[in-house]
């Protein structure tokens, strides 16, 4: 029943929390800040502007800065009679130990002294005007050039103390620049060429007053003056007709904003006025605020935020106005809140393109609130001491007490505003000790503090009194115990546990005041922290163990927990009365049957980035933040998505403490670390959605900057010659909620494979790179991880070497052929000439052959045709046998020698010397030799005969070959048929088979001569011959036709 009824009341509590509005305070406005430390020129801030590229630009009393985020670039006046160039190569001037600010000299080019304000025309660009004119800045070559000029003075006023010019707007009807002289009047400009166009001067009747206007302002076709308060002037741009208006809620020093086409935002000493230009109306809220000094609220300057509300910035802060309620909603005097002021004069106001606010103060630098900057309030005090927190409340009046080692107690306001510190060295004797570990509420009048050795009591919040409550817990003699860990906590029913060492005791009220008590003793334990569920559970946790109880008061019992060596530092509960366990190991989270269902720790889960989990709290939508040694982690336990938040987000520093947490009624959440508290309300949160824009700000070609006309941020293409192939291309990414939070991914097409994480570097750095075509592509996203889609790109392209390009390689192609061909055309006309030679040879020899063969024929043939023709008729003649038989073999051997001479002649010839020829002699001689030896024969020949040409001794060998054969055939073969095959492949074979009676190999190697001279022969014409016996005999002549 009692579970129902307090089930019931948290749901109403819940319901109402939604539908009641936010408290005002929990809406922080934390700053960053800029000044000379972080590399700005100089502390006062005279007009801020965001240039077309996304660059802030920040005039200063000591030159103009761009600022990317990380790196300020000074553009200066050149201060020395020597005319320097334009653009003369920039220098580092300023570079921090942090690496968080950094300050580099672009250009000695700018023009004017002082008194530089910015204005951004309808084509984007950026003009400036200063007390020497007008300057145009050129982002392609990153110069400024002056395209309006005046050097003269009106007085000593207009010289040394107020600004000459200032650009109010443009008219693009008639192309006009409009520009206010203070001093003088109204400058028309022709908006191309600058060229001064005409001066409308002031009213007579206001110059013999000797008024100028204290403000003025554009508006369509109106311009709206103010030349002394309560009075109003406007001006049509085309008539010049001037209407005053009388307006007595405008005081000294106004300051006007165009807030739409209707309406006029004028803010002046005390007052801050809506005037309604269409029926000349305005609605008055007067400003009583003071400075120190007791000084009316003086406005200097007007913005709009992204919420719609004026912030107005004066001698004395931010007052932050409300245009829709027509109420002042915030006051802004210190731009820290660890500090009750800092310097606050404004002179500048402006709102970037992600909604950012920057301000401009005089002699504090630059601020700025980013709306979209996940907001950590910073709880520290500026005493100088380490501020190490161990405790953390915040009382039901708002504010904040803060328990510190071995300083007491430090007290802030609900606006987070340091008030006051309590300790044993501001007021000697205040406490029992010094450090203070646990503070928790007893009732809207006092708190229980618990510090270390044991020692407790109430502290009264009015009288600031404390009464000491350690000798109550003394009198139960407990022994000595270590007490590192305090706590303290205040239960439903009115009892308040706290723990001593191993004992967990309480206070309880009594007739006598408050009575201590041992509630449990929990042997050789060290207990850490408590916890109390909704429904009355209770719970211990100690540097081993996990214990508890239920509401029912039973005995306390161990939870036994998996992993080993686990250190309690804190427990909670969710709404789906799982555990939540900190731990030294990361978070544990059990089921309500206290078994392990999630365990988020860096080795399973990349985003939990430590596992020394100090605290676990719960926010207003049961989800789960904890603290620990490398920030704060946001666990959404449905998804496992974990977002941490580190010290460049806004935490006190990354180390948290055990025991310093704390959640309000509010929903605000506490976390205590080594040099302060962090609170946030995460109802607050949302993601930034703007991305960043990356820059390409710097190029080196072997470690030195490229040298272009053209700006390297606006360059799409770069070509690099083979041998300066070693580059770094130097980024930013212009987004400025969180820069510290920015994230860079880029690569090379062409040489990486896959985006690389840039880190914390803002360089990459390509070696060696070979030539060819690459597109270097770098995108980012901001500090929720929001990436942009369209990544800024440059082509770059590494030239080949010359020898290595088609028109080298075509033309030495050319070369060699042509050399080829030289030699070539060489080399067939020395071949020509050889065989013209050797074929004059050739026919030479031919000639000489047939000259022998002829003489041959025709003497020595008919000589021995004589001797054999006689020899025939001296037979006849003669009668006698003897002589006969001599002259017989005279006829003989002269008919042998006729037949050799013959053979010879044959083979002279030159016009014999082809294989057809060779085979038509064979078969001729063949024919007439068997026919006279009375043997048959078959000559075989192949239909076609190649015509291949043979020398005359190539022949001559192989026909004497074929003949030995036949000789051999016809004198030992007594064969009676002879077959005689020719075949002509890559090689001439001839085949001659007899059916004769064969021969012995053996005798015939020891004294056959025929066959000798058949090998020798084919040897002669790198030829074959295999003699067979076998069946008669079988002679294989292989001839190659080579």
Known sequence: MRSAIQLGILVTLWFIAIALPAPAQDRTYNFDAYGVDKGMSQSSIYSIIQGAEGFIWISTFDGVNRFDGYVFNEYRFNPSDKRSGEKPE????????????????????????????????????????????????????NTFRSIFQDT?????????????????????????????????????????????????????????RKKVPLTVVKQGNNIWMSFESQQLVKMDIHTTRLTTFCLPT??????????????????????ITIFDTKRNKYTDLPIADRNELGDLFAPTAIEVDDKGNAWVGGNNGIIIYSVANHEVINHITSFNTFEANSFNKIISLYRDGADNMWIGTDGDGLKKYAPNKKVFSLYRSPRISHNIVKAVYKHDDGRLYVGLLQDGLDIYDKGGKYLKRISNETTPGKFPVNSLHSICREDYESLWLHFVRGSIG???????????????????????????????????????????????????????????????????????????????????????????????????????????????????????????LGTNKGLLILTEQYSLKSHYNSYDYTGMVSDYVYAVLLDDKDGIWVSHNKGITQIKQN????????????????????????????????????????????????????????????????D???????????????????????????????????????????????????????????????????????????????????????????????????????????????LVLGIAYYFSALYLDYKIRNEKLKLEKEQAVDQERARISSDMHDDLGSGLSTIRLLSEIAKRKIKDTGPIKEIERISEAAGELVDKMSEIIWAMSSSNDSLANLIAYMRSFAADFLEHAHIQHHFIIPENIPNVKLSGGTRRHIYLAVKESLHNVMKHSKATDVI???????????????????????????????????????????????????????????????
């Open 90 to 141: 920039e220098r580092i001037l300023y570079n921090s130990v942090s690496q968080q600010g950094r300050a580099v000299i672009k250009s000695f080019g700018l023009q004017g002294t002082r008194n530089h304000s910015f204005y951004q025309d309808g084509r984007k660009q950026m003009l400036v005007s200063h007390n020497l004119g007008i300057s145009l800045y050129d982002r392609y070559k």
């Open 152 to 208: 003269t003075y009106v007085n000593e006023t207009e010289r040394d103390n107020i600004r000459k010019f200032l650009i109010l707007g443009e008219d693009e009807a008639t192309q006009t620049l409009w520009v206010w002289r203070p001093l003088k009047g109204l400058y028309l400009l022709d908006n191309i060429t600058y060229e001064l166009k005409k001066i409308i001067l002031y009213p007579p009747a206001i110059v013999k």
């Open 250 to 271: 405008l005081a000294d020093k106004p300051v006007m904003k165009v807030l739409n086409g209707d309406s006029l935002l004028l803010a002046s000493t005390g007052h």
């Open 458 to 580: 109430l502290f009264d919040i009015k009288t600031e009194q404390f009464r000491d409550l350690t000798p109550r817990l003394q009198s139960l003699g407990l022994p000595v115990q270590d007490d590192i860990f305090p706590f303290i906590s205040k239960r439903p029913n009115g009892e308040t546990y706290f723990n001593y060492g191993e004992y967990l005791l309480m206070f309880s009220e009594a007739e006598k005041g408050y009575q201590a008590a041992i509630v449990h003793r929990f042997p050789g334990e060290q207990l850490t922290c408590f916890f109390e569920d909704f429904w009355g559970n209770q719970y211990v946790g100690t540097r081993a163990n996990l214990y508890w109880r239920d509401a029912k008061g039973g005995a306390w019992e161990s939870i036994p927990l998996a992993l080993k060596d686990l250190e309690i530092k804190s427990i909670n509960k969710n709404a789906h009365k799982e555990l939540l």
């Open 639 to 702: 998804s496992d998505n974990l977002v941490t938040y580190n010290f460049e987000d806004g935490l006190q520093s990354n180390e948290f403490n055990t025991g310093a947490y704390f959640k309000s009624m509010d929903g605000e959440l506490f976390f205590g670390g080594i040099r302060g508290v962090t609170g946030f309300y995460p109802r607050n949160f949302k993601n930034n959605p703007f991305t960043p824009q990356v820059i390409i700000k710097r190029l080196e070609v072997l």
């Open 704 to 814: 030195k900057p490229f040298k272009s006309d053209t700006t390297i941020s606006l360059l799409r293409k770069v070509e690099l010659p083979y041998n300066q192939n070693t580059i770094a291309i130097e980024y930013v990414p212009l987004e400025f909620t969180n820069p510290l939070k920015n994230k860079v991914q880029y690569m090379l097409e062409g040489a990486d494979e896959d985006w690389l994480m840039a880190g914390n570097q803002s360089v990459a750095r390509y070696t060696n790179l070979r030539p060819g075509n690459y597109i270097f592509k770098v995108k980012a996203c901001n500090n929720d991880e929001v990436w942009n889609t369209v990544p800024t790109t440059l082509e770059i392209v590494i030239r080949i070497p010359f020898w290595q390009s088609l028109w080298f390689r075509f033309l030495l192609l050319l």
């Open 980 to 1042: 005689i095959e020719v075949k002509v492949f890559k090689n001439m074979t001839i085949m001659i088979k007899d059916n004769g009676q064969g021969f012995d190999p053996e005798k015939v190697r020891l004294f056959g001569n025929g066959l000798k001279n058949i090998e020798k022969r084919m040897q002669q014409v790198n030829g074959q011959a295999d003699i067979i016996s076998q069946d008669g005999t079988t002679v294989f002549l292989d001839i190659p036709l080579n």
